[in-house]
């Protein structure tokens, strides 16, 4: 265990008032440098004098050692000066100790986002992909994955081809707020110093779960189909449950700093009472067999947790002092002068307490702010998703109003980058075969179909994250994350292809790529919705869908929406509206499908199918029309009424 002596804490100084990476960098250290040590004294005895024989309970004092900034230095890859890959999967108890690698893959980063013509030279990017989400800086990819995707809200309520980007926005802020996140994962992408072209992708998973704290108390839907759906892939419940990594918005992070500030917080969720009675019943019993200076571990409590167990301790008992250790919560019996000595003379005082309690149970909402800060382009594949849960999750509750919620996401992420958006076109142009997920991009991309293959970026997996070079991992977040940011390269180098030909195409680097993905910035794909994109930069370009078709129905009384979807959906889909008793509105994306129809139910003795036109078939127009026709004919008969006989 680790030892810490009473001149060793006295000359601990208290923490400066810094901004959060640092103080939690200097956290790190203090926690790091203070590994445990072999016990050399005989069992039960330590100086001379015999102490209790407690089953599981550790007797040694606590000392420092030093070692951990030249540890941390270690941890700097080869290639290109950059910190090596942090681990795979991290839960809570691995977070903390992992961060200050993550500040140094997306802020060490050259590239910032700037408008295309200003782009300068730079050594990385960073794809910061959520759900297909990407950041570039150091490349850091982002990918989500949700406890559920949509709510079952009645049919008025369901997304349709019918809805305005307003109504798309109401009507899925509603399955947001229901829903969390349960796994996000990072892949960040950094170009190889003194190699053309070629980069060295670092991966993790982070298991996330809401923070439970004090007033905190989430509370979340799990949808059936999700749950099965990951679990098909593997997905570990059993991390995300128990040693998911806290987060919380700025609107929750006020409530908390308020309670913990002004001390009237309480225990509620995250360790119910009759845990902390068990721990502190454990520990008073062991006072009653303890010498001062023993002390024992109060295993298996980590993060934010271990904070509020040790305030609730030092509230209860006057004679004991705690430390968290990575073992956990090392409890030492001390004298009333020595307690007095430590509350004063360290850095546990109660004003560090409280930064270091609202930094943890800040959670991966730390790193999301550092995102945020570094002002990097965000690149994602069908990432509108992924924006409202980081909206919702890390910044604010979503707002009502749709202007609002694109004003935000603009301040956090000035520029954005949707894939899908550019392989859709450039799909179409090299007759590339159809794909539906992010998967099948990635295969076409990488096939003898993709007349790039060969000059393209090379990408290759950091050390401890080979585990994706021979085995495909499909919807684990960081594997999801690799694919969205290789995909986002090669497509990249593909437009640049296009624009200088096969023959006079300059030596590929990344403020190329951005030149030509320009076009793309700031508009992002919508799924079933009146538009087919959201532009984050502007008001929202006019819709290309296919024209609006209206079905008049004969002889079949009482028909209902459904009826009428049933009915077409063998041919082909359409999102179905009631506009009269008998007449329906119907909408598809595809015009081929529109075509089809049109000529199919023209003359359809039922159901039959027309172009609508809106001054002619609109109930309102109609009643407009019917009105004025009414107002005119009567101003006409009392026009002819009124006219004196001759």
Known sequence: MVKLGRSDLGNVLPLPTLHPWYLLTAILQVVRSQQPRPNREAPGTAGGRRRPEAAGFLREPFTVSGGGSARRRRHVASLGARPSCVAMDLGADEFEQNLPLLQELVLGADFVGLPPAAFTACRALAVVCIWTLVVFASPAGLDIEFTGLRSNLSRPQQISLFDLPSEWYLKTRQSVQQFTICQIGLSVFSSIEGESNKYVAHSCNFFLFPTTFGILDSEFSFQASSIQFLNQYGFDYNKFLKNGIPYM?????????????????KVLSSLNKDQIKVVIDEVTRWLDLAEEGDWMTLPGIAGFQAFEVQLLLRQALPDIWTVLRDQGVIVKKVSKQHRWYLE???????????????????????????????????????????????????????????????????????????????????????????????????????????????????????????????????????????????????????????????????????????????????????????????????????????????????????????????????????????????????????????????????????????????????????????????????????????????
């Open 249 to 265: 918005n700025e609107e929750q992070e006020k409530k908390i700093k308020h309670s913990i500030l002004t001390g009237n917080w």
């Open 344 to 646: 004063n003379n360290s850095c546990d005082r109660e004003s560090c307490w409280k930064e270091k309690i609202l930094l943890s149970a800040r959670g991966f909402s730390v790193f999301f702010q550092m995102l945020v800060k570094a002002q990097k382009p965000l690149v994602g594949h069908n990432m509108m998703m992924d924006l409202l849960h980081l909206h919702d999750k890390f910044f604010r509750p979503l707002p009502e109003s749709y202007d609002q919620f694109k004003l935000n996401i603009h301040n956090l992420f000035p520029v954005l980058i949707d894939t899908k958006n550019v392989t859709k076109d450039i799909w179409k142009e090299l007759n590339f075969p159809r794909v539906y997920n992010l998967s099948e991009v990635y295969e076409v991309l990488n096939s003898d179909l993709n007349p790039t293959k060969n000059s393209g970026p090379v990408i290759i997996h950091a050390s401890k994250c080979e585990r994706y070079v021979e085995t495909k991992y499909p919807h684990e977040a960081a594997y999801d994350a690799f694919l969205c940011g290789s995909v986002l390269l090669k497509v990249a180098h593909l437009l640049l292809w296009r624009v200088h030909g096969a023959g006079s195409i300059p030596e590929p680097s990344f403020p190329l790529y951005l030149n030509v993905l320009a076009p793309y910035m700031n508009q992002v794909n919508l799924i079933r919705a009146g538009v087919p994109k959201v532009n984050f930069s502007g008001p929202d370009y006019p819709s290309i869908r296919p024209p609006i078709l209206i079905l008049s129905v004969r002889k079949w009384p009482g028909v209902s929406e459904q009826q009428v979807y049933r009915e077409f959906q063998n041919v082909c889909k359409f999102d179905v509206r009631r506009l009269t008793q008998s007449q329906f509105l119907l909408l598809t994306n595809k015009f081929k499908d529109a075509r089809s129809i049109l000529k199919e139910y023209k003359c359809h003795p039922t159901l039959q199918v027309a172009l609508y036109r809106h001054w002619r078939h609109s109930p309102n127009v109609n009643c407009l029309l019917q009105v004025c026709g009414i107002v005119t004919t009567w101003a006409l008969v009392a026009f002819l009424l009124g006219r004196p006989s001759p």
